[in-house]
């Protein structure tokens, strides 16, 4: 049996390649409202949340001006971004549905309440908070019992802070 890895490990970073840099941006930034905290020339750009050095990494390094990655292959099925608290999951579909764009599903999956789109280059999208754990379901050998129920999308809207 293998030691398991430390418990305090978390993903740092998403690094993404995409067809159109200011396209992408335009996504990351101006839906989501992460902040863009550089610019590597033309071909790559860094965003965060909080002023770290960066959530996600883009770049046109291999893809410039390529179509989509073929959806029944291998490869990223989404990102996840993890919001803090229900309000702020709100405020995330509020921009969502203010840009126009599609959502492919929405569930409270009992542990988490997520909604899924793309971004514009066809990679999954993942917005999400998490139950605090003592809330997860159990079954009755108090084994983890996740589900995929419908996510009410208007009451989370409605939880959403004012905007100022």
């Known amino acids: 049996m293998t030691t398991p890895v430390h418990p305090n490990t978390r993903i740092g970073h998403v690094h993404l390649k995409v067809s159109d840099l200011d396209r992408a941006i335009g996504f990351y930034s101006g839906v989501l409202g992460f902040e863009l905290m550089q610019r590597y020339g033309t071909q790559a750009a860094f965003l965060s949340a909080g002023g770290y050095h960066h959530h996600i990494g883009?770049?046109?390094?291999?893809?410039?001006?390529?179509?989509?990655?073929?959806?029944?292959?291998?490869?990223?099925?989404?990102?996840?971004?993890?919001?803090?608290?229900?309000?702020?999951?709100?405020d995330a579909l509020r921009r969502v549905l203010e840009a126009g764009l599609d959502l492919e599903g929405a569930a409270d999956h009992g542990v988490s309440e997520a909604i899924y789109l793309s971004d514009p280059d066809g990679n999954g999208v993942e917005l999400y908070r998490d139950r605090a754990p003592?809330?997860?379901p159990r079954d009755a050998d108090a084994q983890?019992?996740?589900?995929?129920?419908?996510?009410?999308?208007?009451?989370?809207?409605s939880e959403a802070p004012p905007r100022s």
């Open 58 to 90: 883009l770049n046109t390094w291999e893809s410039l001006g390529s179509g989509p990655a073929p959806r029944h292959h291998p490869g990223l099925y989404h990102t996840a971004f993890l919001y803090p608290d229900r309000a702020s999951l709100g």
């Open 134 to 136: 003592e809330d997860w």
């Open 144 to 157: 983890l019992s996740m589900s995929n129920s419908p996510l009410d999308l208007q009451k989370l809207l």
